[in-house]
């Protein structure tokens, strides 16, 4: 049987010395970040009730899951009210996971988060999609009548669109019940918005460009997205953000519950990550800083 | 330069007689202060730049720059003109604050009658678009400036004037140096603002120090220089006043350029950065932590080597200031014995920060390692009050000095609900960062300045490192940054700074590991995630003393690239264990991938961070070593470190046009890069 297992990294900012921080020469790698961050956290684990890896019944998961790594006190949440943040979630759906599994763990996702941050609500929702990366010389391919598309009766979206809209819906319905103030999608040009766009509810309010290219949008861009009221803000993610193995290489460095040294076939699949920043907004401190992460593991 | 009140000032010999009650006052206004908003919470991040200017005047017939001195009347028609005041800008004494919609900027007197001093008419934010909006501002006040003075007048950003101070005609109009104020030889009284605090201020430090203040910066040795240098332009046969024995007991220094005058520094051009922090513990601890960055930043600033018209083997003005205002005695500089004299005080009012003032667990005591020299009867007075000791023992040092200009009627006065006395004290007490508790009675916050930047000649330069600060201390307090190292050595650095091309040639003493150590259990961690009012990302206490390293294992000789932008060497950088010191930018980098930034937003930073990046690595050159080649290789450059009259008018009319234009031709290139770099 696989066995599902939830990852923390808990408060990168303060407790992983310099973990998030991108270090000249390197390249910025999220993975990395991600990695150090979550033996950072298995290593703090101090035996008194807490313990590199248990399993529990997770209410927010729905099932028995193995935390990695445990801790019997509940997480420590934002430090002042709510109104004071501004609670950033991006949530990346990997290529190792079939689309149809990513609605469910969207939710799971997302009520993961809230819960780490003992919040009913997030600001803004990024979701990155596998395959989906930014081109820079994307350009719209005729310079296109504005459609007026009304879904009952528009043409039938790219396979590339429908698959990702299962999930894209979730949001959509945590938009309307006022979990999620703001949406987000990562690394759309022109053409994969106009294609995306007739078939949204409520339209990303953001699309996140890689950094290395934030000197170089395209003015086509540019002008849509003002058209569209889309903000386009810059991230620096890797396209990989975890790899099973060096997951698994991590549990037998660090000796994690049930991962012995030795090689026992025993494999980790990624599901999904979620990496959350709480920022204070009126001073641009940035509280808290974390990545969850869903994975398998087959024996 | 805050409200002028004016008033009778009193001489120094009857300013000094209320000394004490000055101080008693003054700290009676403190506690009253610290009593009424040291609960302040939540404040939000305000910030401002201030900038200052030289107004030149140029004869265009001769060739010349000289400074103007029509302070009084630019800073009259700024201040009515109409526009301006209808928006709610203008000169602060005079505008009416009825109406404050798209507040422009406001513009305030300096000590130098040639200079002025503008600021952003309301404080930025840290929304992106105000801080897009700095350079816009920057280069509004000097257009706005520009246009309320003459046709040959304009405003330029340089630190100090090259040739303030020499024989020839650097004023306009010309007065001769002989005025009873300064007793200078060099600098006549009528460069001073006439407003009466500012002689006063100059004619009360030179009284107090019983002489003229005497300033020798080193000459810059070229192939033709007269070795051993005796600075040519010292008149050693002057009889006018007492202190023209000065020079003949041997006040200026061989091989040195030497300056006699509160002037040479007060009339020196800086860029100051002030934010408002969360409550006073931020306060604290953004002072403590920007403290180690100031001479790195004066370092990466430097503008000026030229002074009195010599090249000189500097690159920063910071110790010309120090030495112009040093109204020490000889009692108090060590050289007689105390007899008259309260103490021996190592430094000027103006010099480099000599105590750490935070509340915080990582202050190990090693680190105000200097013999601080303190008024034990106030530090006790603010602890029977209440205050904790590191901040009562931080006033306490300020309040070692004595009022300069005391104004007799408000002696008069009662000192309940104002700040006027602690003021006096406070404010002249220039170090390279001050703590400023709140004005009495408004709704400002506690505020933190960063003080040690040269102005820089272009508007971009001056927005890329106001932007730095601001985002850098984003960054200190988002990854709990510790950048203490033992003060003595912030002092030693500030001495390095100075060097000609310190930036590239020096190194400078900076902490190893700027990160907060792991919290050796979860436990430790949940406990110091509750602090409540602690600042978000001050990190948890380490662990006991004894744990610690020695001191001396923590902080290292590094090169300002190395600091700004990481050390080059990787090899066993691995990323994996998160240790190995990371640069100042990669840092701020890291922060920006961390907040959401839109993409004109990053777009633009990158622009400014890059500006200090290169400056960091010697791929573009500070203003210093620009002006120094720009002079070397003038055609009326005889090798003899003078800057001539056409030399300095030929730079200044560079400098004006940078000013405005930003790159002029391929001439920038070396110190702002090709456009579009």
Redesign the interface.
């Known amino acids: 049987m696989p066995q599902k297992c939830l990852l923390k990294t808990s408060n990168i900012m303060t407790t992983s010395s310099g973990a998030g921080v991108h270090r000249p020469g390197h390249a910025t790698r999220s993975n990395t970040e991600l990695l150090t961050a979550l033996r950072e956290n298995i290593r703090g684990v101090d035996g008194e009730g807490s313990t590199t890896a248990k399993v529990v019944l997770d209410e927010v998961v729905g099932e028995e899951v193995l935390r990695v790594p445990f801790y019997d006190s509940p997480p420590v949440g934002l430090q002042e009210e709510r109104e004071e943040y501004d609670v950033t979630v991006k949530l990346f759906h990997l290529p190792t996971t079939a689309p149809v599994h990513q609605p469910a763990y969207t939710s799971a996702a997302i009520s993961a988060v809230l819960r780490e941050l003992s919040t009913p609500r997030i600001d803004l929702l990024i979701i990155a999609f596998p395959g989906i990366t930014f081109d820079a010389d994307d350009l719209p391919p005729t310079p296109a009548p504005e459609p007026i598309v009304d879904p009952a009766t528009a043409p039938a979206p790219t396979a590339e669109i429908a698959a990702l809209l299962p999930s894209y819906n979730v949001l959509e319905s945590l938009h309307q019940t006022g979990v999620i103030s703001r949406l987000g999608i990562s690394e759309f040009g022109t053409s994969r918005l106009e294609s995306l766009l007739p078939f949204t509810t409520v339209k990303p309010s953001v699309d996140q460009i890689n950094v290395r290219d934030c000197c170089v949008v395209p003015k086509p861009l540019i002008v849509y997205a003002k058209e569209k009221g889309i903000e386009l803000l810059t991230h620096n993610d890797c396209a990989e953000v975890i790899d099973g193995r060096e997951v698994e290489k991590l549990f037998r460095e660090e000796g994690v519950e049930g991962w012995g040294e030795a090689e026992d076939g025993k494999k980790v699949v990624p599901l999904w990550v979620a990496k959350y920043t709480a920022v204070v907004r009126s001073r641009g401190v940035v509280e808290n800083k974390g990545y969850i992460a869903m994975v398998e593991i087959l024996p | 330069m805050g409200l002028l009140a004016l008033g009778t000032p009193l001489e120094w010999k009857d300013a000094k007689l209320q000394a004490d009650r000055v101080r008693t006052l003054g700290i009676q206004q403190l506690l009253e202060i610290w009593n009424a908003y040291k609960g302040n919470e ?1 404040d ?2 305000l910030w401002g730049d201030e900038i200052e200017y030289l107004v030149l005047h140029y004869d265009e017939e001769n060739k010349n720059a000289t400074l103007s001195l029509r302070q009084a009347e630019i800073l009259a028609a700024l201040a009515n003109d109409r526009e301006l005041r209808e928006a709610g800008g203008g000169v602060p004494d005079i505008q009416d604050t009825k109406k404050q919609k798209e507040p422009l900027p406001t513009y305030h007197p300096e000590f130098g009658r040639f200079m002025l001093e503008s600021t952003p008419g309301a404080p930025f ?2 929304a992106w678009k105000d801080l897009l909006s700095v350079e816009p501002n920057m280069k509004l006040r000097r257009e706005i400036a520009k246009q309320h003075m003459k046709p040959n007048e304009t405003p330029v950003t340089f630190p100090s004037f090259p040739r303030l101070g020499t024989k020839g005609v650097f004023t306009t109009p010309y007065h001769p140096p002989t005025g009873n104020k300064s007793r200078s030889q060099f600098i006549p009284d009528e460069a001073i603002n006439p407003h009466i605090r500012f002689p006063t201020l100059a004619a009360n430090i030179r009284a107090r120090r019983g002489s003229k203040v005497a300033i020798n910066m080193p000459i810059y040795y070229d192939e033709k220089t007269t070795k051993p240098f005796r600075d040519p332009t010292i008149d050693y046969e002057r009889y006018l006043y007492p202190e023209d024995d000065d020079v003949r007991n041997g006040a200026a220094k061989e091989g040195h350029i030497y300056m006699d005058a509160m002037g040479f520094g007060m009339g020196c051009c800086c860029l100051q950065i002030t934010f408002q922090a ?1 409550n006073i513990v931020e306060a604290r601890t953004l002072y403590d932590q920007l403290c180690p960055l100031g001479p790195i930043m004066l370092a990466l600033t430097a503008n000026s080597p030229i002074f009195k018209g010599f090249l000189a083997d500097v690159d920063a003005r910071w110790n010309v200031i120090s030495g112009a205002v040093d109204d020490r005695t000889e009692e108090e500089r060590g050289l007689k014995p105390l007899k008259d004299s309260r103490f021996r005080i190592p430094k000027s009012r103006y010099d480099s920060v000599s105590t750490y003032l935070a509340n915080d667990p990582r202050l190990r005591p090693e680190y105000n390692d200097l013999d601080l020299v303190i008024d034990e009867k106030i530090k006790k007075r603010l602890m029977d009050n209440g205050m904790d000791e590191p901040l009562a023992t931080h006033f306490a040092h300020l309040f070692i000095r004595d009022p300069i200009v005391i104004f007799q009627e408000t002696l008069d006065a009662p000192p309940e609900g104002k700040s006027d006395h602690f003021e006096n004290i406070q404010s002249t007490n220039w170090q390279h960062m001050r703590f400023k508790p709140p004005p009495p009675g408004g709704n400002i916050g506690w505020r933190v300045e960063f003080r040690s930047m040269e102005i820089q000649m272009t508007d971009e330069e001056n927005a890329a490192f106001a932007i730095f600060i601001v985002l850098l201390t ?1 960054v200190i ?4 940054l510790n950048l203490y190292i033992p003060i003595s050595k912030v002092d030693e650095n500030m001495a390095t700074a100075h060097h000609r091309d310190a930036v590239l040639s020096n190194k400078f003493w900076f902490r190893k ?11 430790q ?2 406990q ?5 009012s602690s ?3 001050t ?2 206490r380490p662990g006991s003393p004894a744990s610690l390293p020695p001191v001396e294992d923590e902080y290292a000789l590094m090169t300002i690239d190395e600091i700004m ?2 050390p080059k060497d ?1 090899g066993d ?1 691995d ?6 010191f ?2 100042l930018i ?2 701020i ?12 937003t ?2 633009e930073l ?1 622009r400014y961070l890059t500006i200090v990046r290169k400056r960091a690595s010697g791929e573009l050159q500070t203003g210093a070593t620009w002006i120094r080649e720009f002079v070397r290789s003038h055609s009326d450059y005889k090798k003899d470190s003078v800057v001539t009259e056409r030399i300095n008018y030929d730079l200044m009319k560079l400098i004006e046009r940078m000013g405005v234009e930003g790159r002029v031709d391929s001439i920038t290139d070396r110190l702002l890069g090709k456009r579009n770099d």
């Open positions: 939540k939000v991040l934010s840290l969360k984003r307090l988002s990854y709990g590991n700027l990160f907060p150590p792991r919290p050796s259990s979860r436990k961690h949940q110091n995630g509750n602090g409540g600042t978000p990302g990190p948890s932008n990481g990787l950088q990323s994996d264990d998160g240790e190995g990371v640069g990669p840092l980098e890291s922060y920006l991938d961390t907040v959401n930034v839109d993409v004109e990053r777009c990158a």
